[in-house]
């Protein structure tokens, strides 16, 4: 019999691999740092609805205590 250990990962790659799972390739490209609970996105996505599922898709990842949020959103395309 074999047991397996469990990945253990930290805040960050938690709230890394939620972006990845959305499915939204800007999300990938999104920099995310934190400390003790607070998670800060920065960097540019093409939409307002982009800038609030990465917001709330990072509330809901265990152990996050606040968003802050410092993406821009750039419509034009770039």
């Known amino acids: ?10 805040l960050g790659d ?3 691999i939620a972006l990845d799972k959305t499915g939204y390739a800007w999300l990938r490209g999104v920099s995310v740092g934190t400390t ?5 996105l ?3 996505v093409p939409s307002f609805y ?6 709330v898709t990072v509330l809901a990842v265990p ?7 410092e993406l821009q959103v ?5």
């Open 1 to 10: 019999m074999t047991t397996e250990s469990p990945i253990l990962c930290t």
């Open 14 to 16: 938690a709230v890394r």
């Open 36 to 40: 003790h609970g607070v998670v800060l």
């Open 42 to 44: 920065q960097g540019t």
């Open 50 to 55: 982009l800038k609030q599922l990465a917001q």
């Open 63 to 69: 152990g996050v205590k606040l968003v802050r949020n």
């Open 74 to 78: 750039d419509g034009s395309g770039r």
